[in-house]
């Protein structure tokens, strides 16, 4: 039986092995002869209530992670990190980035909750949640994996992936990091994208 934190890290270990390819400022996944891409249109709710989709942040480039606010360990280690690299990155090249925090536990992980948790990590992270069907839709299009990991008591963790998405100013992958990638290595291949002088 695999631990709950081994199984954490699985799910992209896989999917890089499997062929995980940026080229042209797109990604896509290789299953044999099937090229399958990464990223598409979504459609979740902000605090607010108000409808936020995809088209909402074109013209900015976006970091995505999908997580849940309830996550020991990746979750906030993510979040912190993104965070510090925005920071690193300074004013102007801060302002072109937006950070998006997907939750894979819509049940518990309303829009409320989401901004609540956001709001600690003091940067400027929009926390999405929707129904479980809209969550299920985006996580197909980002090919995340999740699934709840049952305890005692009638209470559950999320099972999940760990990739940190870079989509470009039109919406297509760019790069991707992990919750282990450290803030000072995200700023820098940050700035190269943003910039036009990516590095590989």
């Not at 979504?42 to 992670?65: C, H, N, P, Q, S």
Request: glycine share 8%; aromatic share 8%.
């Amino acid at each position: 039986m695999i631990e709950r934190r081994k199984l954490l890290l699985l799910a992209p270990a896989g999917l890089l092995a499997a062929g995980l390819v940026g080229a042209a400022g797109w990604m896509t996944l290789h299953r044999g002869d099937v090229t399958v891409p990464i990223g598409g249109p979504f459609r979740l709710r902000a605090a607010d209530g108000r409808e936020v989709t995809d088209a909402d942040f074109r013209g900015r480039w976006m970091l995505i992670y999908f997580g849940y606010t309830r996550c020991p360990d990746a979750c906030p280690t993510a979040l912190q990190d993104m965070a510090n690299a925005l920071d690193a990155l300074g004013a102007d090249a801060k302002a072109k980035v937006a950070v998006l925090f997907i939750t894979i536990d819509p049940e518990r992980d309303t829009p409320a909750v989401m901004q609540d948790y956001v709001t600690a990590f003091n940067a400027p992270i929009t926390g999405l949640s929707g129904t479980p069907e809209q969550i299920a839709a985006v996580a197909k299009e980002y090919r995340v994996y999740y699934a709840k990991h049952p305890k005692d008591g009638g209470e559950y963790d999320m099972d999940h992936s760990s990739i940190i998405y870079v989509m470009d100013p039109r919406g297509r992958f760019a790069a991707n990091f992990t919750h282990e990638t450290p803030p000072d290595a995200m700023a820098l291949k940050l700035r190269s994208l943003i910039n036009g002088t990516a590095i590989g």
